[in-house]
Nanobody, 114 residues
Framework: QVRLVESGGGLVQVGGSLRLTCSDS????????MGWYRQAPGKEREWVAS???????DYAGPVKSRFTISRDNAKNTAYLQMNDLKPEDTAVYYC????????WGQGTQVTVSS
């Protein structure tokens, strides 16, 4: 059973930073690929970043060099450190965990104001 809980979203000014957290409070204890997507109003959900079971990271072009994904395997938790935020980063951010299938969190709102 996978239960993903996200936190850390909020309102921030342009150039600010936020750190999102995605924790699996379920019973899965294996190390799995995790990642983040986001969905802005009126747009489709888009991939942001991912981290594999052995720690390899990948980033979408618009966030590369500004966002950093990391994980704590002991806690089955992933983090997304977001720096130099821009208005176009405004979206609901969803984390996922891949364990046979893809599980999603409920989403956390990030709003960047100018």
């Amino acid at each position: 059973q996978v239960r993903l809980v996200e936190s850390g979203g909020g309102l921030v000014q342009v150039g600010g930073s936020l750190r999102l957290t995605c924790s699996d409070s379920g019973s899965v204890r294996s190390i799995n690929a995790m990642g983040w997507y986001r969905q802005a109003p009126g747009k489709e959900r888009e991939w942001v970043a991912s981290i594999g079971s052995v720690g390899r990271t990948d980033y979408a072009g618009p966030v590369k060099s500004r966002f950093t994904i990391s994980r704590d395997n002991a806690k089955n938790t992933a983090y997304l450190q977001m720096n130099d935020l821009k208005p176009e980063d405004t979206a609901v951010y969803y984390c996922h965990l891949d364990h046979g299938t893809r599980y999603w969190g409920q989403g956390t709102q990030v709003t960047v104001s100018s």
